[in-house]
T-cell receptor, first 109, second 114 residues
Framework: GQNIDQPTEMTATEGAIVQINCTYQ??????LFWYQQHAGEAPTFLSY????GLEEKGRFSSFLSRSKGYSYLLLKELQMKDSASYLC??????????FGSGTKLNVKP | EPEVTQTPSHQVTQMGQEVILRCVPI?????FYWYRQILGQKVEFLVS????????KSEIFDDQFSVERPDGSNFTLKIRSTKLEDSAMYFC????????????FGQGTRLTVV
């Protein structure tokens, strides 16, 4: 539901920077979250944006433009352990999280 | 650090049987959720629960499913008459609602219907 779109898969090199984009329907929007999910494990929280702009947390940053229905997750100084799926999730109407299909990130040596 | 716990970690059941998946949310949280993830697919919203009642449910959450908060700590998902296509990871999550509303996930129950 809610047409949350993100690329299916991306590949990047260890030490590089990668940007994962997410677009979503804006009606009822109450916040956007990025989660990391390793295969067979639960999603773990990375970041939260509710206002426009960039939120930085160590090697990870997340950007939001509410008017455009657009966010990105920026990962710097990539490490092999960053290989995982990155899930964009949007909170609608204060009580429902919808997830995108996830972007599988492959980090190469 | 407080965490959401789910039991069992893996459940195998025969088609047509009923299963109950159990979750203990973080103690001061107010919003509770169930999600499922079929192998290789996206995380899908099933239901949200607030103030002892369902606040939202998806089209997946039909009469086969029900949720309950039988006491102050547990939050359960019951699946009646299981089908093969119910095989998935089921994640429970909880949220405090403030200040930033993120959902914390349990480690999931892998349900296999045979």
């Amino acid at each position: 539901g809610q047409n949350i779109d993100q690329p299916t898969e991306m590949t990047a090199t260890e030490g590089a920077i990668v940007q994962i984009n997410c677009t979503y329907q804006t009606s009822g929007f109450n916040g956007l979250f990025w989660y990391q999910q390793h295969a067979g494990e639960a999603p773990t929280f990375l970041s939260y944006n509710v206002l426009d702009g960039l939120e930085e947390k160590g090697r990870f940053s997340s950007f939001l433009s509410r008017s455009k229905g657009y966010s990105y997750l920026l990962l710097k100084e990539l490490q092999m352990k960053d290989s995982a799926s990155y899930l964009c999730a949007v909170l609608y109407n204060f009580n429902k999280f919808y997830f995108g299909s996830g972007t599988k990130l492959n980090v190469k040596p | 650090e407080p965490e959401v716990t789910q039991t069992p970690s893996h459940q195998v059941t025969q088609m047509g049987q009923e299963v109950i998946l159990r979750c203990v949310p973080i103690s001061n949280h107010l919003y509770f959720y169930w999600y499922r993830q079929i192998l290789g697919q996206k995380v899908e919203f099933l239901v949200s629960f607030y103030n002892n009642e369902i606040s939202e449910k998806s089209e997946i959450f039909d009469d086969q499913f029900s949720v309950e908060r039988p006491d102050g700590s547990n939050f359960t998902l019951k699946i009646r008459s299981t089908k093969l296509e119910d095989s998935a990871m089921y994640f429970c999550a909880s949220s405090s609602g403030t200040p930033n509303r993120q959902a914390f996930f349990g480690q999931g129950t892998r349900l296999t219907v045979v």
